[in-house]
C-alpha cells in the first residue's frame, strides 16, 4: 500500500520561504516519477511540478517558474518542493504524488497521470 506524507507547510508573510517534504512508502520511490499538486479554497487541483524518475527532469507550471524547486532524494524515499518568493496567490492545499507507473518516460502533469496521493498541507502566504 503507498503511502505519501507531506509536511512543512505553515503560514508565512508574502516574499518568505517554505520547503515541502513528501515522504513516500510502499513503492520503490527510485522508480517513479512524482508531482506536486495545490488546490485553493474554491478552486480546481492544479499542477505545479514534476520530476522524473531518475531526477533529471524537472517541469514547472509557469506561475512558480523561478520561485520554486522540486528535488527527491531517493535515499531518504522523499520529494521536496522548495518555495521562495511566495505570493498571496500561492495559497493552497498542497498535495504530493506518486506517478502510475514505474520507469515512465512521460512525467505527468495532470492529475490522470497519477495514482497516489498525499493527505495535504496547508500553505498560507498572508499579504
Known amino acids: 500500500q503507498v503511502q505519501l506524507v507531506e509536511s512543512g507547510g505553515g503560514l508565512v508573510q508574502a516574499g518568505g520561504s517554505l520547503r515541502l517534504s513528501c515522504a513516500a512508502s510502499?513503492?520503490?520511490?527510485?522508480?517513479?516519477?512524482m508531482g506536486w499538486f495545490r488546490q485553493a479554497p474554491g478552486k480546481e487541483r492544479e499542477f505545479v511540478a514534476a520530476?522524473?524518475?531518475?531526477?533529471?527532469?524537472?517541469y514547472y507550471t509557469d506561475s512558480v517558474k523561478g520561485r520554486f524547486t522540486i528535488s527527491r532524494d531517493n535515499a531518504k524515499n522523499t520529494v521536496f518542493l522548495q518555495m521562495n518568493s511566495l505570493k498571496p496567490e500561492d495559497t493552497a492545499v498542497y498535495y504530493c504524488?506518486?506517478?502510475?507507473?514505474?520507469?515512465?518516460?512521460?512525467?505527468?502533469?495532470?492529475?490522470?497521470?497519477?495514482?497516489?496521493w498525499g493527505q495535504g498541507t496547508q500553505v498560507t502566504v498572508s499579504s
Open positions: 504524488a506518486a506517478g502510475n507507473s514505474p520507469y515512465s518516460v512521460v512525467v505527468g502533469k495532470t492529475s490522470r497521470d497519477y495514482g497516489s
Open positions: 510502499g513503492l520503490t520511490f527510485s522508480s517513479y516519477g
Open positions: 520530476i522524473s524518475w531518475g531526477g533529471r527532469g524537472t
